[in-house]
């Protein structure tokens, strides 16, 4: 992700400690039932006194509150904690290259609003920049602390620096800082990132813990994959990850905008074009073959506007190209898939996952006297 921020607002020198941003990712995976802090204790290998501390802190700082007792089971009824939704919020920007979609969400990820217009990425910077200030200021206000933004884009770009490359069509972006031109714009810190990771993101958050591997392969105004391996957001150490829709599939095959000829981009754009369902499908298929081939991958899903406006040839064409154990669906989330995710380029960070597998720090199971937790 790119260099830290400072979040304005809510009291989140609560989560400078790893071990309570974990906490509070658990009283979200918990929702309104919440857990009981022997629970928390249970599934983290904390000790039930830095627990108590860590929720503590949590409380004070508004971001986890009571959620009833549990029944006895012989002794005092065990009190149950719950996160705070309300108490921060996060937009997340889908920027497409004909469209943007803004979404307002609370801690909890739920969304509050959702915003979509038409937008030219090829009119150039001013313009687009112009458009999404306009989104994101037409959403609702809310209570709880306004966070920040994340940007999910069409790539390539880097997610470090905020930069983006030569997007595939519109060369002109190439280099242009996206993420401190939208900071500026905005007023809020940005976190950007492509837009087949923002999705991978959002699913991998939702998923279940033992979720394993994963691509998303996002076929809409351009084709991409977003790589889930072993429980981690895969970005490369250049983002360069997940540029999927750039495999050479045949050598003599038609120019891409990238450079090259044949890549599946340009081959399953052009039979979508051309009204050829089933030759794109088997084309997405083939390439998600040698995605699942390569990497060993466990399950496929598929999203973008051009599948979810007719799902079951895609999901049957890729079914019929991959061996039977990979089991292929429509992103759960439809729609919402990468924009969600944005948001959550925003929110993860604050319950310790980001994307990636976490773990409990060893060096950190206590809180000392001297301040933090």
């Known amino acids: 992700m790119n260099d830290p921020v400072t979040l304005p607002g809510a009291n989140l020198g609560a989560l400078r400690d790893h071990n309570a941003a974990v906490l509070l990712g658990l009283l979200r995976d918990a929702g309104e039932r919440g857990a009981s802090r022997t629970e928390l204790a249970g599934r983290t290998g904390l000790t039930p006194q830095a627990v108590s501390k860590i929720a503590a802190r949590l409380r004070a700082a508004g971001l986890a509150t009571e959620a009833g007792r549990r ?5 005092k009824p065990a009190t149950a904690l719950r996160l705070v939704p309300e108490a921060a919020r996060a937009v997340g920007l889908h920027l497409d290259r004909d469209s943007v979609t803004a979404t307002l969400v609370d801690l909890a990820g739920t969304a509050l609003a959702t915003r ?21 200021a037409a ?6 602390a306004l966070l920040g933004a994340g940007v999910a884009a069409p790539g390539p770009l880097d997610h470090r620096a905020g930069v983006l490359h030569r997007v595939t069509g519109f060369p002109r972006w190439d280099g242009f800082p996206l ?3 939208l900071a500026a714009r905005l007023g809020l810190p940005v976190v950007l990132d492509k837009d087949t990771n923002a999705a991978a993101l959002g699913l991998v958050l939702r998923a279940p813990r033992d979720a394993g591997s994963f691509a998303y392969l996002h076929l809409g105004t351009g084709l991409g994959a977003g790589l889930v391996l072993g429980g981690r957001v895969h970005r490369g150490a250049r983002t360069g990850a997940g540029e999927f829709g750039h495999q050479v599939l045949r050598l003599d095959g038609p120019a891409c905008p990238c450079g090259r000829r044949g890549c599946l981009e340009a081959l399953c754009l052009r039979a979508v074009a051309d009204g050829d369902t089933a030759l794109a499908a088997r084309l997405l298929g083939t390439g998600a073959a040698n995605l699942v081939q390569l990497l060993d991958i466990d399950h496929v899903l598929l999203g973008g506007g051009t599948v979810l406006a007719g799902p079951d040839p895609y999901v049957h064409g ?7 154990t ?3 669906a429509v992103t759960p989330a439809g729609a919402r898939t ?12 604050l319950f310790g996952r980001s994307g990636h597998a976490f773990a409990l720090r060893s060096d950190e ?3 000392s006297s001297s301040g933090g937790i």
């Open 326 to 328: 990979v089991p292929v």
């Open 318 to 324: 890729v079914r019929a190209e991959l061996p039977a």
């Open 179 to 181: 993420r401190d031109a």
């Open 338 to 349: 990468v924009v969600e995710g944005a948001a959550e380029l925003v929110l993860a960070p």
């Open 71 to 75: 029944a006895s089971t012989g002794g």
């Open 116 to 136: 979509s217009a038409p937008l030219a990425f090829g009119a150039g910077a001013e313009a687009v920049l112009d458009a999404v200030a306009a989104e994101v």
């Open 139 to 144: 959403l609702p206000a809310a209570p709880g």
């Open 365 to 367: 199971t206590t809180i």
